[in-house]
């Protein structure tokens, strides 16, 4: 992209651009997002390996054959942390869209209408930040897990219970984290709602909805896109929480967290399988820090303070 | 200023009723009862069990009569561990997380700010990026990586600290460390943003030029206004720090509330899910509400009351 364009947005992209940490962090994204969604197929297609073939050769320690060892099971852990990789990078995507779209409207209801309405609802926000959020995201998991587990038994068709765990993490997950996102887009709009273009649009008779989704959240474009990267990660942590306690991600599927949990569980003075905690742990870290980078730097090139640079 | 002390603590009691309103009917979803898993049982004991445990008529009826139990401070019989009252359960494990918890707070906060102030200080230094590196990378490693891989290396493979357990010093380090890892990190990342603001306004250069030495006139002078965004985020960590040593708890087999908690949940033990609930957004209330006092006490411009 050439430096011709003054729009806010494109020179955001070549402050991004001059930030080596943050194109270090969206290139290994990339990266890790063509790896989980090619990895599984090109590695079913060599060795005939997939996240749930079972075999005899157990608890093997890294080769050229298995470069990450195989678990319990037999099982190629490559082909596990790569399929486990997509649940927990799609959990990761799902559960910040969803927190990002509660997020986005709640702050902007508040900021918009402000006064009582507004005081209302961040007092709420307060107090739900000081609370455990994700202990009830657990009760509730724990809870409907059973009950769409008889659901399905009714209907015939437990195989879908995986579906619909992933699905209620996506949920779930994405009803505890928009709390930041709406105290951020509040208080934008709270300075926004004074400027000019927001008095012209309501003297030619825009409506509340009109003005919020025609002319506040463009202008929230960069914020929310910075704050939603920062939120992939969280969600993901989040995830990996879950799964690891066992009410995230049932087996034989796997994410990064069930991966990881199963390495933690067979740690032992006697045998040491360190690979299957080490490699599904730095794959997780590796993407989460990436994402961070990229976050940081997408916060700093959105900065109005270092417009000059 | 007590006026508002004695509000906010008021404003406990609407929470934790929403609180154990949304813990029993959010436990209740889930079809069957906590006795349903055992084996096929005749219909007269199964009523009679359900009958000792308070678990007989309407949900309503259920719902109002644990209500009024929980009010006299009654968090009844855990559905799970035989004959142990939920109270009696909590008071064994409670002491042990707080200590665990305490000691990972304040660890966090320690390491946090003498970190992220020393990058301030020594800004754009191969020094501050490669802390700011490292600090980045503990923000992304979660404690259920860190402990089990600090286990393997530590404690089996050098056995510098023992693997699990609890009670002695050195059972305490590793756990600890481990919780407070992340969070150290956040807070040295805060600190740092904070602190290079700080150090950019007038009241630091008069500092200087009275010819404070660097070290006093960081830690001195601008620490006490730096610190406030790391004050701010207290609340939030002490959240977070409890729900990660659910985990810690777990691994290095600590006899806190975590484990009790999880397998309450996956048990379907309505009555200690719902106590340990209430405990934990007790404590969490009293401690934002601590925070926010202080806060008022190192920020003279603000006022509550």
Request: hydrophobic share 55%; glycine share 8%; charged share 15%.
């Amino acid at each position: 992209m050439k430096p011709r364009s003054e729009n806010p947005t494109c020179r955001a992209w070549l402050r991004l651009r001059r930030n080596p940490a943050a194109m270090a962090g969206l290139c290994f994204g990339a990266i890790m997002v063509l790896a989980v969604l090619l990895g599984p197929p090109v590695l079913e297609w060599i060795h005939g390996d997939t996240y749930d073939k079972t075999s005899a050769a157990q608890y093997l320690p890294p080769s050229l054959r298995h470069p990450f060892g195989t678990d319990i099971h037999g099982r190629d852990l490559l082909t596990r942390v790569l399929y486990g990789g997509r649940i927990s990078l799609a959990v990761g995507l799902v559960g910040a869209t969803v927190s990002m779209t509660i997020g986005v409207l709640y702050g902007m209801i508040a900021g918009y209408f402000g006064g009582k309405i507004d005081e209302m609802m961040m007092r709420l926000v307060d107090i739900l930040y000081s609370l455990p959020r994700i202990v009830f995201v657990m009760i509730l998991i724990a809870s409907l897990t059973g009950y769409i587990k008889v659901v399905l038994q009714q209907w015939g068709m437990l195989d879908f219970l995986g579906l619909a765990s992933i699905l209620l993490l996506f949920v779930g997950l994405g009803i505890v984290e928009w709390l930041t996102m709406a105290r951020i887009v509040r208080g934008q709009v709270l300075a926004l709602r004074e400027k000019q273009f927001v008095l012209a649009a309501q003297s030619l008779g825009a409506g509340p909805l009109r003005i919020i989704f025609r002319h506040l959240l463009p202008n929230l474009t960069g914020i929310v896109v910075t704050y939603m990267t920062l939120t992939v990660p969280v969600v993901i942590l989040e995830e990996s929480f879950l799964s690891f306690l066992g009410l995230g991600i049932q087996a034989p599927l796997s994410s990064w967290g069930s991966l990881i949990s199963d390495g933690a569980a067979v740690i032992n003075p006697v045998r040491v399988y360190w690979w299957l905690v080490l490699f599904p742990g730095a794959v997780m870290a590796l993407s989460l820090m990436s994402l961070n980078f990229l976050g940081d730097g997408l916060r700093d090139a959105f900065d109005p303070k270092n417009r000059r640079s | 200023m007590p006026l508002y002390i004695a509000k906010r603590v008021l404003m406990l009691v609407p929470i934790l009723f929403v609180v154990v309103s949304l813990t029993f009917f959010l436990m209740r979803i889930a079809p069957g009862n906590p006795f349903s898993k055992d084996r096929k049982m005749p219909a007269s004991v199964e009523k009679a069990l359900l009958a000792k445990y308070n678990l007989d008529g309407t949900l309503w009826q259920q719902y109002t009569a644990y209500i009024s139990d929980v009010a006299r401070g009654d968090l009844r019989l855990s559905l799970r561990y035989k004959n142990r009252s939920v109270n009696e359960i909590i008071a064994q494990t409670l002491p042990v997380s707080l200590v665990l918890g305490a000691l990972a707070f304040v660890m966090a906060l320690a390491a946090g700010i003498v970190i992220g102030s020393l990058a301030a200080v020594r800004q754009n230094s191969p020094a501050d990026a490669g802390l700011m590196f490292l600090a980045l990378m503990a923000v992304s490693i979660p404690n259920y990586v860190t402990a089990p891989v600090l286990i393997l290396f530590l404690a089996v493979s050098w056995h510098l600290f023992p693997i699990a357990g609890w009670g002695s010093w050195d059972q305490m380090i590793l756990p600890a460390f481990c919780l407070s890892l992340p969070f150290a990190a956040s807070v040295a990342r805060l600190m740092r943003t904070s602190m290079l603001e700080t150090l950019n306004q007038d009241f630091v250069r008069t500092a200087r030029a009275k010819g404070l030495g660097e070290m006093r006139v960081v830690f001195k002078h601008a620490l006490k206004v730096a610190i406030l965004p790391v004050v701010t985020y207290c609340g939030p960590m002490a959240a977070n720090i409890l729900t990660g040593s659910l985990v810690v708890e777990e691994i290095f087999k600590i006899p806190g509330m975590g484990p009790f908690f999880v397998n309450s949940i996956l048990n379907k033990d309505y009555f200690l899910a719902g106590g340990v609930t209430i405990i934990y957004c007790t404590l969490l209330v009293l401690l934002n509400l601590v925070v926010d006092v202080l806060y008022t006490f190192l920020d003279r411009r603000i006022r509550i009351g």
